[in-house]
């Protein structure tokens, strides 16, 4: 079965460093990956995805992740944080018909 | 705005009651799915309904039924609600098979709450 491992369930930083949420897969297949964002008291938001092109991937908002199919890990970074990434993000592997979701990571934005 | 329209956004009921949470997919979107989110379980796939018909079930329990109708709406009926049921319920819909490069647009959620 597919899944994957959000390894830092709250990950700290301060506004203008680094962002690095780390997620390691787990699948029988070549999967999809996606990274989704969700803001407080708001629905998910679909950041980058994954699907066998190329291995590093850029979305929205400054962000992207490297796909490694060697350590089965898609972290995302972002190289400068804002106040504005201050949310919950999910790591997420196609499953059987459906999406697998991580455990979430909040990542908290200090100014 | 992601074009899934979910309501109510808010209720509160009691337990043993019974709640039906409605959703709107996307304008042609055939796929809707309805996740389950609380604190202890995370994002829990719940059901898959493309056009009309059931495609695939997770934890979703025996108390908790969905049917997807023609004008492609579908709504979650959950029963004999109890205290752990409480917890925020996505819908979310999509035009091709998530394989396929496809990805879930999601709605903001009703957050039930059983007291």
């Known amino acids: 079965a597919q899944s994957v491992t959000q390894l830092d369930s709250h990950v700290s930083v301060s506004e203008g460093t680094p962002v690095l949420l780390r997620c390691n897969y787990s699948?029988?297949?070549?999967?999809?990956l996606f990274w989704y964002v969700q803001h407080p008291n708001k629905g998910l938001q679909l950041l980058l995805k994954?699907?066998?092109?190329?291995?590093l991937v850029k979305g929205i908002n400054g962000f992207e992740a490297e796909f490694k199919k060697s350590e089965t890990s898609f972290h995302l970074t972002k190289p400068s944080a804002h106040m504005s990434d201050a949310a919950e993000y999910f790591c997420?592997?196609?499953?059987?018909?459906?999406?697998?979701f991580g455990t979430g990571t909040r990542l908290l934005v200090s100014p | 705005d992601s074009g899934v329209t979910q309501t109510p956004k808010h209720l509160i009921t009691a337990t043993g009651q019974r709640v039906t949470l409605r959703c709107s997919p996307r304008?042609?979107?055939?796929?809707v799915y309805w996740y389950q989110q609380s604190l202890d379980q995370g994002l829990q796939f719940l059901i898959h309904y493309y056009n009309g018909e059931e495609r695939a079930k997770g934890n979703i329990l025996e108390r908790f039924s969905a049917q997807q109708f023609p004008d492609l709406h579908s709504e979650l009926n959950l029963s004999s609600l109890e205290l752990g049921d409480s917890a925020l319920y996505f819908c979310?819909?999509?035009?091709?098979?998530?394989?396929?490069?496809?990805?879930?647009?999601f709605g903001e959620g009703s957050r039930l709450t059983v007291l």
């Open positions: 997420v592997v196609t499953g059987f018909q459906k999406l697998v």
């Open positions: 304008s042609g979107d055939l796929s």
């Open positions: 994954y699907t066998s092109a190329a291995t």
């Open positions: 699948s029988s297949y070549s999967p999809s």
């Open positions: 979310a819909s999509t035009d091709r098979g998530l394989r396929n490069t496809g990805e879930l647009f």
